[in-house]
């Protein structure tokens, strides 16, 4: 048994949001208790004691779009000339996947939930892709994940742009990991149907990829309408929109997550909004990308279920939370939008999402939730409390203050070090691995 104890909480629990004084008990992979420091110290004699000397305990942080593939493209060199999206995934995120063996794979994971630990972030939502090792590539995933100890979603990402053969073998693989998590039946991996995005799925393997999740409920996951090409492209071709040709395959469910949504009208949203299906909205890729602003904020006031993302462009959701606040202001000249929908987007909406693909609680400190828990080295200079401690988020905090993590009631970050893995031997070992797959394309 653990108590987080002597922390300025803050629950999410609308009850309860905030606790001054606050402590958090765990046992196994739950929380058993949330109140005043001294009552639980005094409750429960016998329990390990993790000091928060009144700094911020909070729940683990929600990543809901993440590609871990993209972790060895940091420092790499780009030689071709990169001017829009197109070239964009043409000249850097298409090259690291075709380079990437299942070595390269293993070690990205390993990079890259190691920063989401260190950022707090406790669940990570996933979408893959190495084309030329993908057979087994999402159970290497899900191993690292699991010797780590993050809470992880993973699919691959199925497309068209390295022929029939490999979009097949996609295919395979996700139903394979759909077969494998459900036998698994855990609460820390999830499985979701990956798809690339409509440009680069033919209506052969769309058909072929609805056949076979027929046997399922599982969501899809998929890129929608990111770039403007994704539209020009299922107008010229198809003679519809993107969410409408999707939608004649099947691809909106309950548990789908649409990532993007930036090229579409009021009456694409109302086909996303009726099938219960969430979107995930990631500012920092689309203001690099430069693919447009997506109605996030729009779609939240419609009634829609959008989560946060972070696209692979970082680990550190927090910094995903202060760029969605600026974005919508800057882009809208209106600084009164986004104070609400931003933090809806990270604390609420991202909640349930996970709720949906691991049917379990997350994202709150209340009784009975699962122990995902952090400490953010944040000591205010202002009154903190429970109507303001939105503010002190956005303007205190950052990924990098976590202190320490602990997810499904086992710590795996103590005072900034990690305990299920040695950090720098990883590191160094990814340094080998990822220079190797450098190489390979110069
Ligand atoms: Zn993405």
């Known amino acids: 048994m ?39 110290e005094k409750k429960y004699p016998g329990a390990e004691l993790i000091d928060a000397k009144g700094r911020v305990i909070m729940p683990g942080l929600i990543n809901s779009h993440m590609h871990i593939y993209s972790s060895f493209a940091r420092g790499m060199k780009i030689t071709n000339p990169t001017r829009n999206f197109d070239e964009i995934l043409e000249n850097l995120w298409w090259k690291v996947d075709k380079n990437l063996t299942l070595e390269g794979t293993k070690y990205s994971a390993y990079a890259t939930y190691m920063d989401c630990i260190k950022n707090g972030v406790t669940t990570v939502i996933d979408h893959h892709a190495s084309p030329f090792h993908l057979k087994g590539s999402l159970r290497t995933i899900a191993e690292v994940a699991k010797e780590i100890g993050i809470r992880a979603s993973l699919s691959y990402e199925v497309s068209d742009r390295d022929g029939e053969k490999i979009a097949e073998e ?22 979701m149907f990956g798809m690339h995005a409509a440009f680069t799925l033919s209506d052969e393997t769309l058909e072929k990829c609805k056949k076979a999740m027929e046997p399922y409920d599982n969501g899809y996951h998929i890129h929608v309408a990111e770039g403007y090409t994704d539209l020009k492209n299922s107008l010229e071709k198809h003679g519809k929109r993107v969410v409408e040709r999707l939608k004649d395959f099947g691809i909106f469910r309950e548990k789908t997550i649409a990532v993007h949504c930036i090229h579409v009208n009021e009456q694409e949203l109302d086909i996303i909004k009726n099938s ?144 299920t893995v040695d950090e720098e031997k990883t590191l160094a070992k990814a340094r080998e691995v990822s220079k190797e797959m450098w190489k390979s394309f110069k």
């Open 2 to 40: 653990y108590i987080f104890k002597n922390g300025r909480t803050i629950t999410f629990d609308e009850k309860n949001p905030y606790l001054e004084n606050g402590a958090v008990v765990v046992e196994g992979d739950r929380i058993i208790d949330v109140g005043n420091s001294l009552d639980l």
């Open 170 to 191: 996609g295919i395979e693989e996700n139903i394979d990991f759909i077969k494998w998590a459900k036998e698994e039946n855990s609460d820390m991996i999830g499985a």
């Open 276 to 419: 219960g299906s969430s979107v995930v909205h990631n500012p920092e890729s689309n203001m690099g990308n430069a693919v447009g602003r997506s109605p996030a904020v729009e779609m939240i006031n419609r009634g829609m279920e959008v989560g946060l993302g972070s696209d692979g462009y970082t680990s550190d959701m927090l910094e995903s939370y202060k760029v969605a606040n600026i974005l919508h202001k800057h882009h809208l000249s209106d600084p009164t939008v986004a104070w609400g929908e931003s933090p809806r987007m990270l604390f609420e909406n991202n909640r349930k999402i996970v709720k949906k693909q691991f049917n379990c609680q997350v994202g709150i400190l209340e009784k009975g939730g699962k122990a995902d828990i952090i400490i953010m080295d944040y000591l205010p200079h202002t009154e903190m409390n429970g109507d303001n401690f939105y503010s002190h988020i956005l303007f205190g905090m950052s990924g990098r203050g976590t202190v320490t993590t602990m997810v499904n009631g086992k710590l795996v970050m103590k005072d900034r070090v990690i305990l």
